[in-house]
């Protein structure tokens, strides 16, 4: 028996579908770093608002004015316009009923609002002190 060759319609069958394998690859690869590149920006962007919000809490971003009740700081940060709004919030403490000594019901808590580069975070922190 004679050795048998590819045809030329096997022989096209099979590069069509190794070049749809590859296309699918480098596709779904395309894909992954898009990702990649808009998760990387989103955390930024909330490591930045993070950022503002320390600021605020520290006393780094100079007095706030007040409006309604809340306190609201605007400015720029790496160039870019920012406004953050702190406000006191009271809520059910998450620890009551969870022990055996005598906690209050409610805590209040500070809710910052960060508004920063197109976007709205809302972060929450302990009230400070009295």
């Known amino acids: 028996m004679r ?8 022989s096209l069958l099979a590069l069509g579908i190794v070049s749809s394998v590859l296309i699918v690859t480098l ?7 898009q990702q990649g590149d808009r998760l990387a920006s989103m ?3 909330e490591r930045e608002a993070d950022a503002l919000t320390t600021m605020a809490m520290e006393g780094m971003l100079g007095n706030p004015d007040i409006e309604a009740g809340s306190a ?4 720029v940060h790496l160039e870019r ?12 403490n998450p620890v009551a009923g969870a ?14 609002t960060v508004e920063y580069r197109g976007r709205s ?3 929450l922190a302990p009230a400070p002190a009295r």
């Not at 050795?3 to 096997?10: N, S």
């Open 72 to 75: 609201v700081w605007t400015g």
């Open 99 to 112: 022990s055996n000594m005598p906690l209050a019901e409610t805590v209040t808590v500070v809710e910052f």
């Open 3 to 10: 050795p048998r060759a590819f045809t030329l319609l096997e």
């Open 27 to 33: 596709a779904l690869r395309t894909q992954s770093m």
């Open 121 to 123: 975070l809302d972060f």
């Open 81 to 92: 316009p920012y406004r953050v709004v702190a406000r006191p919030v009271v809520m059910r």
């Open 43 to 45: 955390l930024a962007i």
